[in-house]
C-alpha cells in the first residue's frame, strides 16, 4: 500500500517498448540490469538544507566521508538531480517552495527525509509554522534518523536508497507491506502522503475566501499638546518615573500598578505616544498583543496590546504602557507618530488578529497570505487541519 | 571527400568523445585528491565506470521542456554544442600524415569554429524561456566575443613566425626548428599563457565561468535541461576544454613532434598534460566578477596580444628570427 | 596583482594536497573512531538478577522534551525474586523525533535505558524507526553500549565528587551492526 506510485508513474518511451513488445523483455534484461546500476550509481543530489543537517551534509561531501566516492554530486538546479535530500525543519512557508522544487525535479526521482525535524517536526511538530514532517507532502523513500544525523549516517541513507532503487526494479519494492500499529508511535496530525483518507486538497477559492482583511478609516489629525512637563528622569532601571504623573495629570488614568504597564484608554494612546515622542522617546521598542477569551465569570473576549518606547541616546529611558479593547473593536495605530510600528502592528496582526484602525497595510507579514486564523490567539487548534501546503 | 578523411573523421570524434567521458573521471579523481578527498572509487575499479554510469543515467531521465520554452531551439542547441565543439578536433593534426582535414586556413578556421559554439549556447539560453539561462547566456556571449579578440592575436604569432596557417605546416616549422615557447621564449611563452587565458574564457571554465556562477544564476545555460539534453551541454564544455589543449599543444608546444616514439603518443601526451593543467587552475583560482573580466580582456590581454603581435612581425626580420 | 598571487598560493595548496594521502576513511567499510561519549540510540537493560530493569515508572516520558516516550505501567509479581514490583507493560521510544539529549538516561532511577554507540539503520518508513520494547531489548544483546547512564550521569554532577571521567573502553573498533547494514 505504501508503494511509491509517484515514483512509477514515468517511463521512459524505451523502457515502456521493451515491456509492451513480447519477448524483448526476456531479451533485454541485462540491458535493463545495466540500465539500473546506472541509475543506482549516478545519484545527484538536491540538497534542500534548511538548518543544522545541512552542515552535516556538507560534512558529508567534504574530504572525510567523501560521498563523491559512490558518484554523488550536488546539483544546483532541480533539473538535473535524482535527489531531494530534505535537511532541517520545513516551515509551512517553505514547503510550498520544497513542493514547487520537488516538481521541477525529471522523474526517476527520489527523496530522502534527514534528520529528525525534516522526519517528524522534532519537537516543534506541534507548532503552527512547522510542518509535521515532510511526508505530508513529498513522498519519501528514505528516512535518516539522528539529530542532526552524522555525515556517514547520510552516506548510509544514499546507500540505503541504492537498495531500494534496485529492489523497485526488480518488482519487489522495499516498503511494500503495510506499515504495523505501533504503540506510543508519534503520528503526524496531518495525514500522511501514503495514507488512504487523506483529505483532498484546498481549492483555490477556499485560499481566496481566507484573505478578509480590510483597512479601516483614517484617524485623521491628532491635536496634541506639545508643552513638555517638568518631570524627573528615570528608575536606575530605565524604567521611567516620567510617564506615571503624566498619566495621572493629563490622561485621567487612576489606577497605576507596580509589576505592569498602566492601562491607557484606546481613544488617548495616539496622543499619549505623541506627548511621549516630544518628551524625547523617539524610537518605539515593540508592539506586543496578547489574546484573552471570554471567561465564565462573565468578562468578554479582548485584546491587550503593549507599546514600549525609548530615549535615544546615554542613560535612555523606557516608556510603555497596555491598551485594552474589546475583540471586536479595533486599536487605533501609531504609525503616523512612529513609523516603525507599522510592520510590528502588522505582525501583531498577522499572529494574534488585533486590528489597527487606520493603518495603511494591514497585510500579513509572516505567515503566508493565504493562512486561515491567527496561530497566537489562546483559542487556536494547534493541530489545525487546512494547512494550506497541502 | 575521400573515404579516408570520413573514416578518420567519425575515428576522431569517437576517440574524443572516449577521451573526454574519462577525462570527466580524471577531472573528478583529480578535483578529489585537490581537496584531500578520493573522488569516485565505488563504481568500478578505482572508480573507472563512473561516467558511464552517469551517461547511463542521464539517458533514462524524463525529458521536460518549459511550458513557454521555445521548443525547437530548445530541442535542437544541446546537440549542436557538441557538435561544433566536436568540429574543432577534425582539424588537429596527430601527426605528420594523421590531420583528418588537413586545409591551408587551419588557424582561421579554429577560431571561426570556437565563435559559432557561441550561437548554441545562446540558443539554449533564449529557449529556456528562464530567467537564470537567459543571464547565462548573454553573459557566455559578452566573455566569448570579448575573447575572441586576444584569442586570434595570439594564435597570429605562430602563424606570423611559421609563416603558414596550416596547422601542420606549424608543427612542421616547429619540428624543423624549435617549440615555440621555448624559443623565441620571450614571443612564444608570453603567447602560450594568453591563449591558455583565452580560451579558458571561450570554453566559460573558472576562472572565467561567470555564465554558469551557481550562486548567481543556479546553472546558467543548463539550467532547465534535464537529461541527455544536459548531458551534452555537460560534455561539449569538456570536450572544449580537451580540444582546446590539443589546438594549444599544436600551437605552442610542438604538437606531434617529439624525441622519440610515435608522433600520436606525444600528441596525446601533451594534450592530456594541458588538460590536468587546466584543472589544476579549475579547482584553485575563484571567480572573476563581470567588470574583472572584461578589464582583464580589454586593458591587459588585447593590448598585450597586440604588442606581441608587432614583436612577432619584427623578430621576423631580425637575422635570428628569419 | 593581489588575484595572481593569490591564484598562485591556492594552487600551490592543491598541488600539495593531491600529493599528500587524503583525508578519506571509506565509510561503509572503514568506520571513524567515535569519542567515548558517542551516542545516538537507545537500549532498555535487564539488571543483575536478569530482570527487566525498567520499573514504569515514567520519569523518561515526562522528562522528554520532545514526548518521544510512551509508558504503560504494571504491576506483577517478579518471576525472579517473587516480589511484586512495576514492569513496562509497553514501552516505546520513536527516534522519528528525538533529540538524542540523554535526559531520559539521567533521571532513569534504575539506570534501566541506556544509549548506544552505533545508529539505527535509516528506514524506507516512519516505522522502521519506532523503537518497540522488543527491539530496545534487542539492541542490549546485539549492539555495544555507550557509556553513560543514570548514576554515572548524576555523579558527574555532584560537586564533590568532581565530574567523573569515561573509561576508555576496549571496544573502539567498528561496530559489527553498522559495517553489516552498510553492506
Known amino acids: 500500500m505504501a508503494v511509491n506510485e509517484d515514483a512509477l508513474a514515468y517511463h521512459h518511451p524505451l523502457y515502456d517498448l521493451m515491456l509492451n513488445v513480447p519477448g524483448l523483455a526476456v531479451g533485454l534484461a541485462p540491458v535493463d540490469r545495466l540500465l539500473t546500476w546506472g541509475l543506482k550509481n549516478s545519484l545527484w543530489v538536491f540538497p534542500m538544507a534548511t538548518s543544522c543537517c545541512g552542515i552535516e551534509y556538507m560534512a558529508a561531501s567534504a574530504s572525510r566521508v567523501d560521498i563523491d566516492r559512490m558518484g554523488t554530486i550536488p546539483r544546483a538546479s532541480p533539473r538535473q538531480a535524482d535527489v531531494m535530500l530534505v535537511a ?18 525529471p522523474e526517476p526521482k527520489w527523496c530522502i527525509a534527514m534528520g529528525s525535524c525534516a522526519i517528524s517536526g522534532d519537537f516543534y511538530r506541534n507548532l503552527y509554522s512547522v510542518v509535521p514532517g515532510i511526508d505530508t507532502f513529498l513522498p519519501v523513500d528514505v528516512y535518516v534518523p539522528g539529530c542532526p544525523p552524522n555525515p556517514e549516517a547520510v552516506m548510509h541513507g544514499l546507500l540505503r536508497l541504492q537498495e531500494k532503487v534496485e529492489a523497485a526494479r526488480a518488482g519487489h519494492p522495499v516498503n511494500a507491506e503495510p506499515p504495523p500499529e505501533l504503540f506510543g508511535a508519534i503520528s503526524p496530525s496531518l495525514p500522511r502522503l501514503t495514507d488512504q483518507n487523506r483529505p ?53 488614568v487612576a489606577e497605576i500598578p507596580a509589576d505592569a504597564p498602566p492601562l491607557v484608554p484606546a481613544e488617548r494612546h495616539v496622543e499619549l505616544a505623541a506627548t511621549l ?43 510603555s504602557w497596555r491598551v485594552r479593547v474589546p475583540a471586536t473593536e479595533s486599536v487605533p495605530t501609531l504609525t503616523p507618530t512612529f513609523a516603525g510600528a507599522d510592520w510590528q502592528e502588522r505582525e501583531q496582526f498577522d499572529l494574534v488578529g488585533v486590528r489597527f484602525s487606520g493603518h495603511p497595510d494591514l497585510r500579513r507579514v509572516m505567515l503566508p497570505e493565504n493562512w486561515e486564523g491567527h496561530p497566537l490567539r489562546r483559542d487556536y487548534p494547534a493541530d489545525h487541519a487546512a494547512a494550506p501546503w497541502r | 571527400m575521400t573515404l579516408f578523411a570520413w573514416l578518420s573523421s567519425i575515428l576522431v570524434a569517437v576517440i574524443v568523445l572516449t577521451v573526454t567521458a574519462f577525462g570527466l573521471w580524471w577531472e573528478r579523481k583529480l578535483a578529489g585528491r585537490m581537496q584531500s578527498r578520493l573522488g569516485p572509487t565505488i563504481v568500478g575499479p578505482i572508480g573507472l565506470f563512473q561516467p558511464i554510469a552517469d551517461l547511463l543515467k542521464l539517458v533514462q531521465k524524463e525529458p521536460i521542456i518549459p511550458q513557454r520554452a521555445d521548443r525547437a531551439l530548445f530541442w535542437l542547441a544541446p546537440p549542436l554544442t557538441t557538435l561544433f565543439a566536436l568540429l574543432v578536433a577534425a ?139 544536459f548531458g551534452f551541454i555537460y560534455l561539449a564544455e569538456y570536450v572544449h576544454t580537451l580540444v582546446g589543449s590539443a589546438v594549444a599543444s599544436t600551437l605552442f608546444l610542438g604538437g606531434w613532434d617529439g624525441p622519440f616514439g610515435p608522433s600520436v603518443l606525444w600528441m596525446v601526451l601533451k594534450t592530456c598534460l594541458l588538460f590536468s593543467v587546466l584543472y589544476w587552475l579549475r579547482w584553485s583560482l575563484v571567480r572573476l566578477r563581470a567588470d574583472q573580466l572584461m578589464a582583464l580582456a580589454w586593458k591587459w590581454l588585447v593590448p598585450a596580444g597586440l604588442a606581441l603581435v608587432l614583436l612577432a612581425a619584427v623578430w621576423t626580420q631580425t637575422p635570428w628570427g628569419r | 596583482m593581489g588575484y595572481l598571487l593569490d591564484g598562485l598560493k591556492s594552487m600551490w595548496t592543491t598541488a600539495l594536497n593531491a600529493i599528500r594521502p587524503p583525508f578519506t576513511q571509506e565509510f561503509p567499510k572503514v568506520l571513524r573512531p567515535h569519542p567515548e561519549r558517542y551516542h545516538t540510540s537507545f537500549a532498555l ?55 538524542v539529549c540523554e535526559l531520559c538516561v539521567q533521571v532513569c532511577p534504575t539506570d534501566a535505558i541506556v544509549m548506544l554507540k552505533v545508529p539505527e539503520l535509516p528506514g524506507f518508513r516512519r516505522e522502521d524507526l519506532v523503537l518497540s520494547m522488543p527491539r530496545l531489548y534487542e539492541n542490549e544483546k546485539s549492539k555495544p553500549l555507550g557509556w553513560s547512564n543514570a548514576t554515572k550521569l548524576m555523579a558527574m554532577q555532584d560537586p564533590k565528587a568532581g565530574a567523573a571521567k569515561p573509561e576508555p573502553s576496549k571496544e573502539t573498533a567498528p561496530a559489527p551492526a553498522a559495517a553489516g547494514a552498510a553492506s
Open chain 1, 88 to 105: 532541517g525543519t520545513i516551515t509551512v512557508k517553505m514547503a510550498p517552495r520544497v513542493k514547487r522544487l520537488w516538481d521541477q525535479m
Open chain 3, 45 to 99: 537493560l535487564h539488571d543483575e538478577t536478569g530482570d527487566e530493569a525498567c520499573t514504569g515508572c515514567g520519569a523518561c516520558a515526562r522528562i522528554c522534551p520532545s514526548q518521544v516516550i510512551t509508558v504503560k505501567l504494571g504491576k506483577r509479581e517478579s518471576a525472579i525474586t517473587q516480589k511484586k514490583r512495576g514492569y513496562a507493560d509497553d514501552f516505546t521510544l520513536d527516534l522519528t523525533a528525538c533529540l
Open chain 1, 200 to 252: 483532498p486538497e484546498l481549492s483555490e477559492e477556499q485560499v481566496q475566501a481566507s484573505l478578509t482583511v480590510v483597512p479601516e478609516g483614517d484617524p485623521g489629525e491628532v491635536p496634541v499638546d506639545l508643552t513638555p512637563p517638568s518631570i524627573p528622569g528615570a528608575l536606575p532601571d530605565g524604567v521611567s518615573t516620567e510617564l506615571a504623573p503624566l498619566l495621572k495629570d493629563r490622561f485621567g
Open chain 2, 91 to 229: 582539424l588537429v593534426p596527430f601527426g605528420p600524415k594523421l590531420a583528418p582535414a588537413n586545409i591551408d586556413v587551419g588557424v582561421p578556421l579554429i577560431i571561426a569554429l570556437g565563435g559559432l559554439a557561441l550561437i548554441p549556447v545562446w540558443m539554449a539560453g533564449w529557449a529556456s524561456h528562464n530567467k537564470y539561462a537567459l543571464l547565462g547566456a548573454m553573459r557566455a556571449v559578452a566573455q566569448s566575443v570579448s575573447y575572441g579578440v586576444p584569442l586570434v592575436l595570439t594564435a597570429l604569432v605562430p602563424v606570423i613566425l611559421a609563416g603558414s596557417m596550416n596547422l601542420n605546416s606549424i608543427v612542421a616549422w616547429q619540428h624543423r626548428h624549435h617549440w615555440l615557447v621555448v624559443w623565441p621564449v620571450f614571443l612564444g611563452l608570453p603567447a602560450f599563457i594568453l591563449f591558455i587565458l583565452a580560451m579558458l574564457a571561450e570554453a566559460n571554465r573558472i576562472p572565467f565561468d561567470i555564465p554558469e556562477a551557481e550562486s548567481e544564476l543556479v546553472a546558467g545555460v543548463s539550467t532547465e535541461y534535464t537529461g541527455m539534453h
Open chain 1, 277 to 319: 515622542k516630544a518628551l524625547g522617546y523617539r524610537q518605539l521598542v515593540f508592539v506586543a498583543a496578547s489574546h484573552h477569551p471570554a471567561k465564565k465569570d462573565g468578562e468578554a473576549e479582548a485584546f491587550e496590546v503593549a507599546y514600549a518606547l525609548r530615549t535615544v541616546g546615554a542613560g535612555s529611558k523606557v516608556a
